[in-house]
T-cell receptor, first 113, second 115 residues
Framework: QQPVQSPQAVILREGEDAVINCSSS?????VHWYRQKHGEAPVFLMI?????EQKGHDKISASFNEKKQQSSLYLTASQLSYPGTYFC??????????????FGPGTSLSVIP | DTGVSQNPRHKITKRGQNVTFRCDPI?????LYWYRQTLGQGPEFLTY????????KSRLLSDRFSAERPKGSFSTLEIQRTEQGDSAMYLC?????????????FGPGTRLTVL
């Protein structure tokens, strides 16, 4: 089943923070986050594994709550380089068995100077 | 530059024609994926290969679609008797199986327009 992302779209002023949520109806092994700019390929941001991981680099971080089957992506002090569509991809399955990644519908993020 | 290349970048065809797309993954990557993406949607899984073996194919994929990965290197995706509903961006991604899960690197995609 496709994960649900919220919000569908967000408009920020430069310097504001944003949170993008991703939730699934099934148990998850991992969550993958990507950003896609218009007309370009999705670019990998980070993977979070079951176990309640939190990760971050620069001003973008994410958390994974496997009990709630949810992940959140945090973008702080938004910059003009942040705009694009953010996708989460969820992977189910068990520890020993690979499962394909199913991508959500995306969250469109715009930044106003 | 992720290193995954796809050709052609754009393809315009008439309904009923066959088309073939090519994907060259990052050289050491043993997994290769095909996705379809339409406007405003996330990549939709079509199929994936581990080396030359096609391990999974989406139930959404009709018999008009076929994919190959001979010798576990490049891959081709063929669509026979194209329909207007096939118009989409076709994305290829590759990954290196290291652990239970791995990072997929996407190519630039092939945009198909069926007239």
């Amino acid at each position: 089943q496709q994960p649900v992302q919220s919000p569908q779209a967000v408009i920020l002023r430069e310097g504001e923070d944003a949170v993008i949520n991703c939730s699934s109806s099934k148990a998850l092994y991992s969550v993958h986050w990507y950003r896609q700019k218009h007309g370009e390929a999705p670019v990998f941001l980070m993977i979070l594994l079951k176990g309640g991981e939190q990760k971050g680099h620069d001003k973008i971080s994410a958390s994974f709550n496997e009990k709630k089957q949810q992940s959140s992506l945090y973008l702080t002090a938004s910059q003009l380089s942040y705009p694009g569509t953010y996708f989460c991809g969820t992977e189910g399955g068990v520890e020993t068995s690979y499962d394909k990644v199913i991508f959500g519908p995306g969250t469109s993020l715009s930044v106003i100077p | 530059d992720t290193g995954v290349s796809q050709n052609p970048r754009h393809k315009i065809t008439k309904r009923g024609q066959n088309v073939t797309f090519r994907c060259d993954p990052i050289s050491e990557h043993n997994r290769l994926y095909w996705y379809r993406q339409t406007l405003g949607q996330g990549p939709e899984f079509l199929t994936y290969f581990q080396n030359e073996a096609q391990l999974e194919k989406s139930r959404l994929l009709s018999d008009r679609f076929s994919a190959e990965r001979p010798k576990g290197s490049f891959s081709t995706l063929e669509i026979q008797r194209t329909e207007q509903g096939d118009s989409a961006m076709y994305l290829c991604a590759s990954s290196l199986e290291r652990e239970r899960t791995d990072t997929q690197y996407f190519g630039p995609g092939t945009r198909l327009t069926v007239l």
